[in-house]
């Protein structure tokens, strides 16, 4: 099995002995994140801080005015990451060491940007615009993605790219002391996830579709949804056609999105897709479009919680996807349950047909999950 595990540039940076580790671990490649979303992550290996307070969605390669001229959506500046090209300093400290590198980019979550323009954001049918989500049916958010992957992978040496948020988000979003847990069915958080923004509504009408009246319909559904006292409902009473149309909606701006996005990669790296095997999954790991296999080498699927849904996931998904495309398994070693036998979970993914261990988190794993890490990783 392929291991991929996955970093912070200021851990590789900052942690003495950062590489020393990855080695120890035997892993394919370390994935940096080179554009990624707000967070607050803490640092256990570092001798300089606890945390880094990333304040937002930030690039961690130098913003270079030229490349992004006349453009509107520009990517954050991150002060905090102490250097201006953070990331392309471990790409290339990873490879002094001869560790491999991938470059870990994140493109529509952006909270600032979905803040400061929120036309450009996802809107639910009752108006409400979700921040941390740009919209892929926009031509400008679609230009933006693009053009962040090339600056993202301008002049680094790479064995892959990992593209995270090629797709849409939807309404379930970690937000500060997030008081939504636990109180709408499956049902309704996938009606509030589907985007009801004017550019969505231009795709809806050139399919013969009126706006207002998809909004309505969905308004209607959501209200009598919220009105049951079933929090586990996972089906609505929309029409088969809406389900078309709004379905179809999403997939081709993804498609679309996806394609820009690929446009930029240079050479000839392996393209690694978060996704789910679910067309109706909105958030990092969006549900694959039907042609996203034949423009990826790899589909991850998030394997967090383990028990027979991710094994179910990944058997779907090796069973749908091309023999040409490997599935991977997204775990993680730094949740707030440790899983008690992390490598039996991994075996378990393996058999139901994973070809590739997606592993989070090197910098957040200190060393009181580090042996869980080691735990995670098949051994021949």
Known sequence: MRVTGYAYPWDVLEAPGFTDRAEELGLAEVAVAVSYHSTRAATPWSDRRTAVLARHAALYRPVRARAWEGARLRPGVPDWAG??????????????????????????HNSRLGTEFADVAVHNCF?????WALCPARQEVRDYAATLTA????????????????????VLHQCHHEKTDAVWSPAVARLLSVCCCAACAVLWAEAGWDADEVRGLLRAEIRHLMAE??????????????????????????????????????????VVLHGAVDPWVTGALPGITPGAAEDADSVVLQCWQPGDRSLAAVATARAALSSTVDVGAYVTAVG????????????????????????????????ARWPDLRAAIPRE
Do not use: F, N
């Open 83 to 108: 250097v201006p090209d953070s990331a392309g300093d471990a790409v290339r400290a990873l490879g002094a060491a001869g560790v491999p590198a991938s470059a870990w980019v994140v493109l529509t």
């Open 336 to 367: 707030p349950q440790r899983v008690p036998d992390l490598g039996g979970y991994v075996a378990e993914l393996g058999k139901a047909g994973a070809a590739q261990l997606h592993l989070y988190h090197l910098g957040l794993a200190g060393p």
């Open 151 to 170: 600056e993202s992978l301008d002049g680094l040496d790479l064995t892959s790219v990992v593209l995270e948020a090629c797709g849409q988000l939807g």
């Open 229 to 270: 006292a079933d929090l586990t409902g996972t089906e609505d009473a929309l029409s088969p056609e809406l389900h078309e149309l709004l379905l179809d909606t999403r997939q081709r701006s993804t498609g679309a999105l996806r394609r820009a996005v690929l446009a930029e990669i240079p050479g000839d790296p392996m």
């Open 127 to 131: 108006g409400e615009p979700y921040p």
